[in-house]
Structure formats: structure tokens, C-alpha cells
């Protein structure tokens, strides 16, 4: 279909190396898209170029650490450079800090702050900026969570701490915000960009996969009974990124077997 044709695309992922991240650079990549994609753990950034080393000319990888404004410009200036302009943006890097709110340190509240919500606003500004100087139409997609929008259930933990992660709710919740806000101020500026987000559920991880206990908590908290696949989260985004969402904008496209239904 025509209209699924993303081959002019020039996307740049951010939280590359992880799960989200390598799925859907696979899929840039297999549909022809050129990929910008950044991390900031070394070992994941190597591994991504075994995984596509037979897909180089089309990919640039680099290690950055996404709260950083410098590094932020210098990314967009090295795509900018070889491909041409980067038309398209995923914000998928983000980070949760595990302990008791009792024991969260400013740091720790910082960390997760720099990273789910300060790293989103420096690309999609910089992108923005970019996007006003060639006058271009361009797309964002900002990888958020359900937890953004709902409580997590603190029965399906193994782990107590690993309830306990309102700073990183609040992170997402401020994301999709910050979403709607860009998908109106940039139109409204005379930038032709849709922003859109993503809200997903749990995904099984199948190469660390999660506790068995865990999984069945969870599942049975699910009216689809299951956690997602990757690539049923990953699909999603490469709609958005795509001409068949190209009236969508300004929209938090929840992913999560219906769980915020309930």
C-alpha cells in the first residue's frame, strides 16, 4: 500500500539499543527508511551494529546522553549532514528508578526527569527548529506509557520497590502533555509537523523475560489476558510515523490490550 510507504523518511530514534528501539529500527531499515539512532550504553550501540551491519550506509549510531543540549544539536547536525534533513522523530528513551519513595534521592528524581522529559523537549525543539529552516513537513512520535495515564497495581509486583515509580508516571503523563502542546504551538508557529504519542502497555521481554509470577498478575489484570509482543507496539509507531495517520495529530494512541479500560 502506498500509503504505508515511509522510504523518505529520515527517523531518529532515540533509547535505540533497547527493546522498543531495536525492533523498530529493524523495521525502518527492512522499509527503507534511513535511521539516526542514539543511546547511551555502549554495549547496546555495539550490538546494534552487529545486528545491521549489512545495513550501515543507511544508519548512523552514536552514544549520547539525550538530556544534554550539546550533544542534543551535535546528533541533528551529523544526520543532517549524511542524510540530508532528519524528517521524523521517536522519543523512546526512557528510565525508571526502582526503591521506596521513601529512599528517593534528588538525584535519582533528577535522573528520571533529565531523561523521560527534559531529553523529549530538547529533540522536539531542536527537530522543530530544524524543521521551520527547510520548510518541511515532518512527524513525532513520543513513546510514553499507560502508566502515564493510569496507577500501576501494586499486587502485581514481586518486588515492592518496583511499585513505587511516581516520578516515572509523572514523567509520562507530563510527555503526553507535552505532546498536545507541540502538535498545536508548532502547527501555530507555520510548522507543518503533527505530534503524536504512544501510551504502551507491559511487553514481554523475551530475551530477559520477566518473572513468571509477575507475567500471570499481570495477564490476568489484562482483558486481552496477556502482555504485548514487541512489534505490536512497534507497529503502531510506524503508522504514526506514516502517510496512513497523516490526519492524526495532537493524539495519545494507547497500547495496552484495553487495561486503561477498566
Known sequence: MKNLDISDLVVLVTGAGGQIGQALIEKLLFNDARVVAVDNDQDKLNQLEINFKNKLQNIIIDKIDVHKE???KLIFKKGNEKFGNINALVNN???AVFN???ERSEQDFNFVVDVNLKGPFLFMREFLLNLNKINKKGVIVNVASHYGIISPNPTIYDDNDRRSSEVYGA???GLIQM???FSINGVLDGIDVRVNSIAPGGIINEKNPQSKSFIEKYSKLNPMSRMAKVNEVVDPIIFLLSP???YINGHTLVVDGGMTSW
Open 70 to 72: 550539546n550533544e542534543v
Open 244 to 246: 496512513m495517520s497523516s
Open 100 to 102: 521506596s519513595w521513601k
Open 93 to 95: 528513551a526512557g528510565v
Open 179 to 181: 505532546s498536545k502542546y
Open 171 to 173: 514523567t509520562k503523563a
